[in-house]
């Protein structure tokens, strides 16, 4: 009996949901107990793949404009395409395409004309690259550190899934091994490309795809990085430095889904797994954490079904259909045209129940695949491992007698359509042989939690081939020295620089994702204010109108107008907080009349100090019992003053004024 049989059950917690398994077979660890040797025993290695939109006008192969988008109802014309699979050049067949011709999918592309042409669903060659998309992508490997290639040859990659008409995404390597720095080592950088974007998914229920394609075509560049992350945490500092890079260039466009992160593990004996379109950073560390424990439970599988099973080639599932009320048995309802289907798996006894990631066990990787590949929505799987009720736990009975089934066999009920059922035991069937070898290559989809599921299998190192309908295009020394006088400082540079400005760490974030970090600079040397106080206006003050503008883009340019004009006005820079909100929002609005509406009268510094002595009496004949509390007493005459002196004079001005008038009566 090997361990994964134990049946002594013990209850974790997980997140924030308790998880009960057998002992024996967990053999996970939460993200929050693990150290960077139990990352070293696993044998963890991560690699990232980073999209991000350049901020262009047009898109990168046609004259359509980038950056209108529309919504799921908003459209001029349907187009419905299905993917089939061609021969290579030598005669094989790509293991993607095959997937996704198995799942008989129809595509659908919700076009509108204002951000569409006839290029976007390839039926026109496509027009010259667009050079300003290319300019901005070579600034940016320039900052990354590649060596720029000679010539741009543009590429045809496989996109199988439906999300690029043409089946394929014209992409061209600009640059190569280059490299990023994180807080204790360097990341190698294997290529940045340049590349067009895909439709945006509306919805994928059984048989049907449907798309946007208001985002297809979109200029990006794809950086790749090889897999030098050894812990959670340094991928998530990798892709965060990458972040910034990119925006500090001022070149990309931001908010959501206009970059997104594809991340890439492995563990010893396991194999790379691609977690597709992590929608944000913060979740990389969890992601890639189960993603490692999960390859290390399908390896203990493996090692436990050749102890079993003596031939694991010769190896294959027993099916029969089953004539049963789904109803009666599994509480469905409305599948009255579905076919069931028992199967016996040889050797997967207590295999299926076996903890893959938290809330996942191995009977989810099969029911995954099922909607994916013979595309029969949950439910579609019932397992004789699961905590079954009474009628259903006599019907696996039945079954096991029906396959003459040994305590080491493990038995599923599947259903769906007739039509489908032949993909659906197929699909068991090969994801069942994969586990003999431990980690299949696939493509996973992240979810909230740091959980995945299976997307599609991992397309083929093949997948790539020259685009004849694209000349290579020059890259000389003239333009890449242009590129390189536009460069900004590296990232390395502005951090050290908030660091020499002593600006607290939980503002550099918020800083460096905006790339305010040159914004900073201009206003400490014009306007003489102190650091702190210029990160404290823009980390406080521009992050709540961040959330009042809901999503529209606040002008960068605004603040530098509003910046001059307070040193124009001689205006004490604390107006600066009063002035924002007003000159951000309206800003068809001249600065004067924003002055004017606001609560601001001139006032000399010495008419304003002239008051605390009164105050000071005031003070004391209103709190007696507070005489000789300086503290109290110039919290109070602040609060009578500060709305005369905001603008007029500096607040730590007045406050050491009535601090030394308070301390003279005291």
Not at 257 to 268: K, P
Not at 399 to 407: A, P, W, Y
Not at 599 to 620: G, K, S, V, W
């Given at each position: 009996?090997?361990?994964?049989?134990?049946?002594?059950?013990q209850?974790?917690?997980?997140?924030?949901q308790?998880?009960?398994?057998?002992?024996k077979?967990?053999?996970?660890?939460?993200?929050?107990?693990?150290?960077?040797?139990?990352?070293?025993?696993?044998?963890?290695?991560?690699?990232?793949?980073?999209?991000?939109?350049?901020?262009?006008?047009?898109?990168?192969?046609?004259?359509?404009?980038?950056?209108?988008?529309?919504?799921?109802?908003?459209y001029d014309?349907e187009?419905?395409?299905?993917?089939?699979?061609?021969?290579?050049?030598?005669?094989?067949?790509?293991?993607?395409?095959?997937?996704?011709?198995?799942?008989?999918?129809n595509?659908?592309?919700?076009?509108?004309?204002?951000?569409?042409?006839?290029y976007?669903?390839?039926?026109?060659?496509p027009?010259?690259?667009?050079?300003?998309?290319?300019?901005?992508?070579?600034?940016i490997?320039?900052l990354?550190?590649?060596?720029?290639?000679?010539?741009?040859?543009?590429?045809?990659?496989?996109?199988?899934?439906?999300?690029?008409?043409?089946?394929?995404?014209?992409?061209?390597?600009?640059?190569?091994?280059?490299?990023?720095?994180?807080?204790?080592?360097k990341?190698?950088?294997?290529?940045?490309?340049?590349?067009?974007?895909?439709?945006?998914?509306?919805?994928?229920?059984?048989?049907?795809?449907?798309?946007?394609?208001?985002?297809?075509?979109?200029?990006?560049?794809?950086?790749?990085?090889?897999?030098?992350?050894?812990?959670?945490?340094?991928?998530?500092?990798?892709?965060?430095?990458l972040?910034?890079?990119?925006?500090?260039?001022?070149?990309?466009?931001?908010g959501?889904?206009a970059a997104?992160?594809?991340?890439?593990?492995?563990?010893?004996?396991?194999?790379?797994?691609?977690?597709?379109?992590?929608a944000?950073?913060k979740?990389?560390?969890?992601?890639?954490?189960?993603?490692?424990?999960?390859?290390?439970?399908?390896?203990?599988?493996?090692?436990?079904l050749?102890?079993?099973?003596?031939?694991?080639?010769?190896w294959?599932?027993?099916?029969?259909?089953?004539d049963?009320?789904?109803?009666?048995?599994?509480?469905?309802?409305?599948?009255?045209?579905?076919?069931?289907?028992?199967?016996?798996?040889?050797?997967?006894?207590?295999?299926?129940?076996?903890?893959?990631?938290?809330g996942q066990?191995?009977?989810?990787?099969?029911?995954?695949?099922?909607?994916?590949?013979?595309?029969?929505?949950?439910?579609?799987l019932?397992?004789?491992?699961?905590?079954?009720p009474?009628?259903?736990?006599?019907?696996?009975?039945?079954?096991?007698?029906?396959?003459?089934?040994?305590?080491?066999?493990?038995?599923?009920?599947?259903?769906?359509?007739?039509?489908?059922?032949?993909?659906?035991?197929?699909t068991i069937?090969?994801?069942?042989?994969?586990?003999f070898?431990?980690?299949?290559?696939?493509?996973?989809?992240?979810?909230?939690?740091?959980?995945t599921?299976?997307?599609?299998?991992?397309?083929?190192?093949?997948?790539?081939?020259?685009?004849?309908?694209?000349?290579?295009?020059?890259?000389?020394?003239?333009?890449?020295?242009?590129?390189r006088?536009?460069?900004?400082?590296?990232?390395?540079?502005?951090i050290a620089q908030?660091?020499?400005?002593?600006?607290?760490?939980?503002?550099?974030?918020?800083?460096?994702?905006?790339n305010?970090?040159?914004l900073?600079?201009?206003?400490?040397?014009?306007?003489?204010?102190?650091?702190?106080?210029?990160?404290?206006?823009?980390?406080?003050?521009?992050?709540?109108?961040d959330?009042?503008?809901?999503?529209?883009?606040?002008?960068?340019?605004?603040?530098?107008?509003?910046?001059?004009?307070?040193k124009?006005?001689?205006?004490?820079?604390?107006?600066?907080?009063?002035?924002?909100?007003p000159?951000?929002?309206?800003?068809?609005?001249?600065?004067?009349?924003i002055?004017e509406?606001?609560?601001?009268?001139?006032?000399a510094?010495?008419?304003?100090?002239?008051?605390?002595?009164?105050l000071?009496?005031?003070?004391?004949q209103?709190?007696?019992?507070?005489?000789?509390?300086?503290?109290?007493?110039?919290?109070?005459?602040?609060?009578?003053?500060?709305p005369?002196?905001?603008?007029?004079?500096?607040?730590?001005?007045l406050?050491?004024?009535v601090?030394?008038?308070?301390?003279?009566?005291g």
């Amino acid at each position: 009996m090997t361990d994964i049989d134990s049946k002594k059950e013990q209850t974790v917690m997980i997140g924030n949901q308790l998880y009960q398994y057998t002992k024996k077979e967990l053999d996970y660890l939460p993200i929050s107990k693990a150290t960077d040797q139990t990352y070293a025993d696993l044998g963890f290695k991560c690699g990232l793949e980073i999209h991000q939109q350049l901020l262009t006008d047009q898109k990168l192969f046609c004259r359509c404009p980038a950056g209108i988008y529309q919504k799921d109802d908003d459209y001029d014309a349907e187009l419905i395409r299905h993917m089939r699979p061609t021969l290579s050049e030598l005669g094989e067949y790509d293991g993607t395409a095959l997937m996704e011709f198995r799942t008989r999918k129809n595509i659908i592309y919700r076009i509108k004309d204002e951000n569409s042409c006839t290029y976007d669903i390839d039926d026109t060659p496509p027009f010259p690259l667009n050079m300003d998309a290319l300019e901005k992508a070579l600034e940016i490997s320039l900052l990354l550190g590649c060596n720029i290639v000679g010539e741009l040859h543009i590429a045809r990659k496989q996109y199988l899934d439906g999300s690029i008409p043409a089946g394929f995404q014209r992409t061209g390597i600009l640059g190569i091994e280059g490299e990023i720095p994180i807080a204790n080592k360097k990341i190698r950088i294997i290529q940045i490309s340049i590349e067009e974007d895909s439709c945006r998914e509306v919805s994928d229920i059984g048989h049907w795809r449907t798309y946007r394609t208001d985002r297809l075509g979109m200029p990006l560049i794809e950086t790749v990085t090889y897999p030098d992350m050894l812990t959670p945490s340094e991928s998530a500092e990798a892709a965060q430095y990458l972040r910034y890079l990119t925006r500090s260039s001022g070149q990309v466009r931001t908010g959501i889904g206009a970059a997104r992160e594809d991340v890439n593990v492995s563990i010893t004996g396991g194999t790379r797994v691609e977690i597709k379109g992590v929608a944000h950073i913060k979740w990389i560390p969890e992601l890639t954490h189960n993603e490692s424990f999960r390859q290390k439970a399908l390896l203990k599988i493996a090692r436990t079904l050749k102890e079993r099973v003596v031939s694991p080639d010769s190896w294959d599932i027993k099916s029969e259909r089953l004539d049963i009320d789904g109803a009666n048995y599994l509480s469905l309802t409305g599948i009255s045209d579905y076919e069931f289907h028992a199967i016996n798996l040889a050797g997967f006894g207590s295999l299926i129940g076996h903890f893959t990631q938290p809330g996942q066990t191995f009977g989810d990787e099969l029911a995954q695949r099922l909607k994916v590949i013979a595309c029969i929505d949950h439910p579609n799987l019932a397992s004789s491992e699961s905590d079954n009720p009474e009628l259903l736990h006599k019907l696996f009975d039945t079954v096991r007698d029906l396959f003459g089934s040994t305590e080491q066999d493990a038995q599923l009920i599947i259903w769906g359509p007739p039509e489908d059922i032949p993909t659906a035991l197929l699909t068991i069937k090969e994801r069942c042989q994969l586990a003999f070898e431990g980690v299949p290559n696939e493509t996973r989809k992240s979810l909230p939690g740091g959980v995945t599921i299976f997307e599609r299998v991992l397309p083929g190192p093949d997948r790539m081939y020259p685009d004849t309908d694209s000349a290579p295009i020059a890259i000389g020394d003239d333009l890449i020295e242009c590129c390189r006088e536009r460069m900004v400082p590296p990232v390395s540079d502005r951090i050290a620089q908030l660091n020499d400005w002593k600006i607290p760490l939980h503002m550099h974030n918020y800083l460096l994702k905006r790339n305010l970090v040159a914004l900073m600079q201009a206003v400490i040397d014009r306007l003489l204010a102190t650091p702190i106080f210029v990160a404290r206006l823009l980390t406080q003050e521009f992050r709540r109108l961040d959330n009042y503008a809901k999503g529209r883009t606040l002008p960068l340019s605004r603040l530098t107008e509003l910046f001059e004009f307070i040193k124009e006005k001689n205006l004490a820079n604390e107006i600066l907080f009063e002035l924002l909100q007003p000159a951000l929002i309206n800003n068809k609005t001249s600065l004067s009349e924003i002055l004017e509406q606001s609560d601001y009268e001139p006032c000399a510094t010495e008419e304003i100090t002239a008051q605390i002595p009164m105050l000071i009496e005031e003070y004391h004949q209103l709190c007696p019992k507070k005489i000789g509390n300086l503290s109290a007493t110039t919290r109070w005459i602040m609060g009578q003053l500060r709305p005369k002196a905001i603008g007029n004079m500096p607040l730590a001005q007045l406050s050491e004024a009535v601090r030394k008038g308070a301390d003279n009566v005291g």
